[in-house]
T-cell receptor
């Protein structure tokens, strides 16, 4: 298994509070991603990173910010959580940008905003 | 606009028979396609992939077929086993301009293999 750890695995938070999810990798992969999975929507990309301090938006980035100060850590922050951000969040990593590169996923973080 | 489409939310097959999962895409720049398998409460796991320069890739019981002209790919599982019951996601990436470091996923198909 790829060395990806997501924390926390489960979290319940109140509307309007800030929340930070952490993804830690031990593979030294360059690329890291945050996806969310929702019924009827599959996996949607929130933000991704192509190197330390290099990040970009995905298709559902509104309400989220990310930071990557070290190769191994990619943080996803919900500045003010809303009920629509209740979801399962997956971190993924991939080795490089060459063709034929798959992404490896973490175990997920289940976030509930009440 | 959904670029990767899995139009069948669910599929049920008998153990030992063939399972065929389908995926369509709209972005002609996609050049690498993957299938992921996901069990409940776990992260997706990579299953098999195919480059756009090929039309078939086989790995044990799993075969992926790519029809570029139709922008269609399919995953065949033969023979199907109860342990194959999971959600299967189709994904694609675009290698042009160096943007192939992100994957676009379909909504998934829930496969149930009945004993």
């Amino acid at each position: 298994d790829a060395g990806i750890t997501q924390s926390p695995r489960h979290k319940v938070t109140e509307t309007g509070t800030p929340v930070t999810l952490r993804c830690h990798q031990t593979e030294n992969h360059r690329y890291m991603y945050w996806y969310r999975q929702d019924p009827g929507h599959g996996l949607r990309l929130i933000h991704y990173s192509y190197g330390v301090k290099d990040t970009d938006k995905g298709e559902v980035s509104d309400g989220y910010s990310v930071s990557r100060s070290k190769t191994e850590d990619f943080l996803l922050t919900l500045e003010s959580a809303t009920s629509s951000q209740t979801s399962v969040y997956f971190c993924a990593i991939s080795r490089n940008r060459d063709t034929n590169t798959e992404a490896f996923f973490g175990q997920g973080t289940r976030l509930t905003v009440v | 606009d959904q670029q990767v489409k899995q139009n069948s939310p669910s599929l049920s097959v008998q153990e030992g028979r063939i399972s065929i999962l389908n995926c369509d895409y709209t972005n002609s720049m996609f050049d690498y396609f993957l299938w992921y398998k996901k069990y409940p409460a776990e992260g997706p796991t990579f299953l098999i992939s195919i480059s756009s320069i090929k039309d078939k890739n086989e790995d044990g019981r799993f075969t992926v077929f790519l029809n570029k002209s139709a922008k269609h790919l399919s995953l065949h599982i033969v023979p199907s086993q109860p342990g194959d019951s999971a959600v299967y996601f189709c994904a694609a990436s675009d290698g042009s301009g160096g943007s192939n470091y992100k994957l676009t996923f379909g909504k998934g198909t829930l496969l149930t293999v009945n004993p």
